[in-house]
């Protein structure tokens, strides 16, 4: 029996270690050195559906499908004239308002006022200082109310004047207001890029939210793909040198038909996710070129992405 237990120990043991040496034995991961990742897609970076701010008609459109537009150019106008002539009334008021905010005649006229109805009052005191019930005591107490009076006049008329000066910051922002409706209905584009689809035509009703275009970004694209995790660490891909090879057939030229292409870029994601097979994506952005006035890189293609030491 002794020697049964003994042998199962030994057994036990010899079978820890294995399963450690063969644990030991596991490929591990790789530090990051070059190299290809296959069967990348060619994806777009920036897309942007460029949509209505207010409705109204269209009254003018300014590019086509495949014109190339810079950011903050105007791409097409909705009609704007009830906003104008809404401008020019806020305009007017704002010039009424400024009138009245510069008018200091109505606190001048309450302080001439104030002071002849002061002057009075301290002219009837004095003569009944000297001739003591030469004016009758309700006629002191009638000239101090009108004093009393003629102070809150000024107080009234300084009031006045400073609402008049809140109505010109008011009209201020209403003029504003007016200004943004009015550049809401130009329609610009957001960005640096190349009309892919235009929605609509002169003459069609938009509302507040149609898109009226759709604008790539095509000089800088992204490279997507996935590395395996136990062949590459993650950690030591992020902003890593990628180069990308593309190569196009121009039958136009007899002597050399095949045109290679180069492309530079840097891995600017690696996901947090690791698929079922073990694999994580990443995607580098590289900068795009032009041959013969085209782009050479186009979202849908299919490549390989080399990735640096």
């Known amino acids: 029996m002794r020697k049964a237990m003994m042998g199962l120990t030994v057994s036990i043991l010899l079978a ?12 591990a991961p790789q530090a990051a050195i070059g190299f290809t990742i296959a069967d990348c897609n060619v994806a777009l970076l920036e897309e942007v559906e460029v949509a209505a701010q207010q409705p109204g008609v269209l009254t003018a459109v300014g590019v086509q499908e495949g014109a190339a537009v810079k950011a903050g150019d105007i791409l097409a106008q909705i009609d704007d004239a009830d906003a104008r002539v809404r401008r020019q009334e806020v305009e007017l008021q ?6 009245e905010a510069s008018n200091d005649i109505n606190v001048k006229a309450a302080i001439a006022s104030a002071d002849v109805a002061d002057a009075e009052l301290k ?5 009944n200082v000297e ?38 910051d008011v009209r201020q922002a209403q003029l504003s207001r007016a200004n943004l409706d009015i550049e809401r209905r130009k329609v610009t584009a957001p960005l640096n890029g190349e009309v892919e689809r235009r929605y ?5 009703w938009a509302q507040i939210g149609d898109p009226i275009f759709q604008i790539v970004r095509m000089d800088v694209l992204r490279i997507e ?13 992020f902003e890593r040198s990628v180069t990308v090879s593309y190569s196009i057939y121009d039958p136009a030229d ?13 891995i600017k994601f690696v996901s947090n996710k690791v698929e ?30 080399t990735v640096g030491n």
């Open 200 to 204: 609509k035509e002169v003459g069609e």
């Open 254 to 266: 007899k002597a050399d038909p095949k045109k290679e292409f180069s492309f530079e870029g840097m």
């Open 94 to 99: 704002l010039k009424v308002s400024q009138k």
């Open 131 to 168: 001739s003591p019930g030469a004016v009758p005591l309700t006629q002191i107490r009638r000239e101090m109310l009108t004093v009393e009076r003629a102070r809150l006049q000024v107080e009234v008329a300084e009031l006045e004047l400073e609402v008049a000066g809140l109505t010109v």
């Open 16 to 27: 820890v270690v294995a399963g450690q040496y063969a644990f030991t034995q596991q490929p």
């Open 123 to 127: 002219e009837s005191q004095a003569v």
């Open 276 to 305: 079922a097979g073990g694999e994580y994506k990443v995607w580098a952005e590289v900068t795009n070129k032009k041959y013969k006035g085209q782009w050479v890189l186009r979202p849908g293609v299919t490549l390989s992405m």
């Open 225 to 237: 793909g996935f590395v395996t995790i136990d062949q590459q660490l993650p950690q030591l891909l």
